[in-house]
């Protein structure tokens, strides 16, 4: 594989950083995590902002349009009520794009969520007869959003206010007609955008049994789709290429880098009320990444991250060049790992694929590098999931994406049907060095698409499933299908801890939750220690000009 003269020089500094001696450059943690399901200590406690995955690609009937679709809230079984699964009220959901490889967003949408709750003290029912429509006076418990955008660091505009959330599926008695409720949902904003937000079938397909020793230690017992039948919370976009790609030109610019967050107030009191300003809780770019490849160590410090300060934290680019995913095939079944440092992950992970020559990847793909207005100097290596927005749809897709030579596919951007768990696992057991898969893992996870077929138009996603995960009556394949529909794709695979810890910056601080009464003392006590330096500050300085304090 050969590599251009600019990425080979960052690549190489990637790989000094990572070796360096010395105090680890970190930040503490939020209160959440990354790449997919339960994948970190906070964001497990907390599913409402766990974002499991993230995806993006071409709008396949639609030319000229990106769409984004973004999930949260795991493993949401049908049957969890009364109150079911919504958006977190305190929370502010974003999706993030980056054109100029800077690592910062130039894009950024972002979702605030209301709740209508008229169940009062009357009925413990989310609905007291069957909804037919978003406004149906039967449904007592509904939600409804606000969308906001910026662009180039402008202020943030209102796109859109109190647009209505599709609700959770409660069943067949109280919600006869779901797909209705879907198409209520779904809606059109000037500039042609589209939107929507509510429940789906989670659309991720994987044997999740890679965490028990990669299979137990027998790919014989792969094959167990272990999120069908599950729903999460889905905010889907469509947008015009011109509003995301760098100076409007998607022509001359056509990459983009996507990644998503959930953000909360550092200060939350239960019974109502929160302050401090907001923190980044949640994040997630490329899937499985905080899953498999980030150590245990430093999960939450991932979530907490920003993008922009990737390369600056030894351990994690170490976990990229010197993976542990490829150690424990070589440990469990004898599939040698390939020799370290890992460049060919870099640049799926950190620095897109700007390459050409002798290596399987015979494109300049998916690196901001490879826009025509970026300049080299500002460029930054870290985690996103990039889109080439030039490259055609793929008439018929195949699920290991670019490995496969579909260049539409995962890792250039995420499709709903690609199947990123045995496309991982290639690469990290060497495939995206040698061009050639590895015959001991050609079956994968032996999950190939998703239980319910995807819909051809926006949002695309599944209808949410609304019949118990572990009924014996399981509902058939066909009961999410939506018009123009397809099958889906997966993802996953295990990760243990390391010896680099990070040590916590202080310009992160952690989300507390705390009781009403200590919350409100605590703000007070925050608030006369905030003013009592201001006023030594001042004095201070009077007395003694040349003497500083900082606050």
Not at 137 to 162: A, I, W
Not at 223 to 248: E, M, R, S, W
Not at 535 to 545: A, F, K, L
Request: net charge negative; hydrophobic share 40%; proline share 8%.
């Amino acid at each position: 594989m050969t590599v251009k003269p600019r990425l080979r020089r960052t690549l190489a500094a990637l790989g000094a950083v990572a070796l360096l001696g010395g105090s680890l450059y970190g930040l503490g943690p939020g209160t959440a995590t990354a790449s997919s399901h339960r994948e970190a200590p906070l964001v497990a406690a907390d599913p409402a902002i766990d974002n499991t995955d993230l995806y993006a690609f071409v709008s396949p009937e639609r030319p000229g349009f990106v769409t984004f679709v973004a999930n949260w809230q795991p493993f949401e079984e049908p049957n969890g009520g009364p109150n079911f699964y919504p958006f977190a009220t305190d929370a502010t959901y974003h999706i993030k794009v980056d054109n100029d490889g800077d690592a910062k967003p130039d894009a950024e949408f972002k979702w605030k969520f209301r709740s209508v709750d008229n169940r009062g003290d009357s009925t413990f029912l989310y609905n007291n007869g069957p909804v037919t429509s978003l406004d149906d006076e039967n449904l007592l418990f509904r939600q409804t959003y606000s969308l906001q955008s910026s662009f180039n660091g402008e202020p943030f505009k209102t796109r859109v206010e109190d647009a209505p959330v599709a609700p959770s599926r409660v069943g067949a008695a109280s919600m006869p007609d779901y797909g209705t409720l879907r198409q209520q949902a779904t809606r059109t904003l000037p500039g042609g955008w589209k939107i929507f937000a509510g429940q789906a079938d989670d659309p991720f397909f994987l044997d999740l049994r890679v965490f028990d020793l990669l299979y137990g230690g027998d790919l014989s017992e792969t094959g167990q789709d272990t999120v069908a039948g599950y729903n999460v919370n889905t905010i889907a976009l469509q947008v015009p290429f011109a509003d995301v790609a760098l100076k409007g030109d998607a022509a001359r610019n056509p990459v983009i880098g996507v990644w998503t967050t959930t953000e909360r107030n550092r200060v939350r009191i239960t019974g109502g009320g929160q302050s401090g300003g907001k923190v980044q809780v949640s994040r997630l770019g490329n899937p499985l990444v905080n899953e498999v490849v980030v150590p245990a160590s430093l999960k939450d410090t991932f979530n907490a991250t920003p993008p922009e300060r990737d390369a600056k934290i030894p351990a994690l680019v170490k976990r990229v060049l010197e993976p542990e995913v490829p150690k424990l095939l070589e440990a469990i079944y004898k599939i040698p790992a390939p020799k370290t440092p890992r460049t060919d992950l870099a640049e799926i992970f950190l620095t897109g694929i700007t390459t050409k020559g002798d290596g399987p990847i015979k494109a300049d793909l998916n690196s901001q590098l490879n826009n025509a207005d970026v300049k080299a100097s500002r460029f930054t290596p870290s985690e996103q999931l990039r889109l080439n927005l030039s490259v055609p749809v793929t008439g018929t897709p195949n699920r290991l994406g670019v490995l496969a030579g579909d260049l539409q596919g995962f890792p250039n951007g995420r499709r709903l049907t690609d199947d990123v768990v045995d496309i991982e696992l290639q690469a990290l057991a060497g495939a995206a060095q040698s061009g050639k898969p590895v015959d001991a893992l050609a079956a994968g996870d032996a999950v190939d698409a998703n239980d319910q077929a995807f819909g051809g138009e926006f949002p695309y996603v599944a209808l949410p499933n609304g019949v118990a995960v572990n009924s014996a009556a399981k509902q058939p394949a066909t009961a999410g299908k939506l018009s123009g529909g397809t099958s889906a794709a997966p993802a996953a695979a295990g990760s243990t801890g390391d010896t680099d810890v990070a040590q916590p910056a202080p310009d992160l601080v952690p989300v507390a939750v705390v009781s009403g009464a200590t919350g409100f003392a605590l703000i007070i006590v925050l608030a006369a220690v905030f003013l009592l330096v201001r006023w030594y500050r001042r004095r201070t300085t009077r007395t003694d000009p040349d003497r500083t304090l900082t606050f």
